[in-house]
C-alpha cells in the first residue's frame, strides 16, 4: 500500500471495499474471542448464558444499521428478501452455510497441520470441538425452544439441526427405548472423500468423543455419550462411526 495512504479515505474505491469486508471479518473474529473469554473467567455454562444474553441484541443493531444503509426491509428483524425466497433456495442455502463452514474448520486444520504435524492440528481440533459443540447445542436448544432437560427425545430433535447435518444427511437414529438412542453416520463427507483418493480413514475418534459429548450434555446434562465406533476402529461397510447417547436409571427423575 502506497505510504501517502495515512486513513480510510486515502484508499480508492476497491481498497475501501475490502477494508470493509476485514472490518467485518474482524467483528465476526471478536463476537468469537469474547465468548471464548468469558468461558475463561467464568466456565462454559455463564458464557453460554451470557452468548444469549448479548447475541439477540447485537444482531439487532448490526441487522437495523445493515437494513438502514442497504435500503432492505426488516420483517420481525429478518431480511424480507430472505422470508421471501423460495423454499428450495433457502434450503439450498442452508446446505452451503454448512459447505462453508466445514471448509473453513478444514483449512484451519490443514494451516496447522502443514507447519506443526497431524497431531498438534488434531490436538487445535479436538479443543475447538470442545467449545463449539456446546456452543451449538446451546443455539439449538433456543432456537427449538427445548427444556433444559430436554431427554433422548429433545436430543433426537435437536441432531437434524446441527452445522454437520446439513452435509451429512445420510445418517440414521434407530431408538433402543425413551432413554436410549443410536446415532449413524452412513455416509462422511470427509471420509467418502478419502475414499476417492484412495487413503485411508482420518483418524476422528478423539475429535467425535468430544463433540457428541459435549452436544449431548448441553441437550440434557443427563445424557452419556458412548462410542460405539469410530476410525480408527473398524466399522462396517454401511457406516463409519455409531454413537449411542442414553440416560442411566439412576440420573433419571
Not at 441484541?57 to 444503509?69: C, D, G, H, N
Not at 492440528?121 to 451449538?136: I, M, V
Not at 459429548?213 to 462410542?227: L, M, P, Q, V, Y
Amino acid at each position: 500500500m502506497e505510504n501517502e495512504i495515512k486513513k480510510p479515505e486515502d484508499l480508492d474505491h476497491k481498497e475501501l471495499v475490502r477494508l470493509i469486508m476485514d472490518m467485518f471479518h474482524r467483528t465476526i473474529i471478536h463476537h468469537g474471542l469474547w465468548f471464548c473469554q468469558v468461558e475463561r473467567e467464568l466456565g462454559l455454562e455463564r458464557a453460554l448464558h451470557y452468548l444469549a444474553e448479548v447475541w439477540p441484541k447485537s444482531y439487532t443493531l448490526q441487522m437495523e444499521r445493515l437494513a438502514a444503509l442497504f435500503g432492505f426491509t426488516l420483517q420481525d428483524g429478518i431480511p424480507k428478501a430472505l422470508l421471501g425466497m423460495p423454499r428450495e433456495s433457502l434450503l439450498q442455502l442452508a446446505q452451503d452455510l454448512g459447505r462453508n463452514w466445514v471448509a473453513g474448520d478444514g483449512i484451519w486444520f490443514q494451516a496447522i497441520e502443514k507447519d506443526y504435524g497431524m497431531w498438534d492440528a488434531k490436538r487445535c481440533n479436538d479443543s475447538c470441538w470442545g467449545r463449539f459443540s456446546p456452543l451449538e447445542a446451546s443455539s439449538i436448544k433456543a432456537f427449538l425452544g427445548l427444556p433444559e432437560k430436554a431427554s433422548i427425545d429433545g436430543l433426537k430433535k435437536a441432531l437434524p439441526f446441527r452445522m454437520y447435518t446439513q452435509i451429512n444427511t445420510d445418517y440414521t437414529l434407530i431408538d433402543e427405548g425413551p432413554d436410549s438412542v443410536v446415532l449413524q453416520i452412513n455416509t462422511c463427507r470427509v471420509h467418502a472423500a478419502r475414499k476417492r483418493k484412495g487413503l485411508e480413514d482420518y483418524v476422528c475418534k478423539s475429535a467425535g468423543i468430544v463433540e457428541y459429548r459435549t452436544f449431548a450434555e448441553t441437550i440434557d446434562s443427563r445424557i452419556k455419550t458412548i462410542c460405539i465406533a469410530c476410525p480408527p476402529d473398524e466399522h462396517p461397510e454401511q457406516w463409519y462411526c455409531a454413537w449411542r447417547f442414553m440416560i442411566p436409571a439412576a440420573a433419571e427423575g
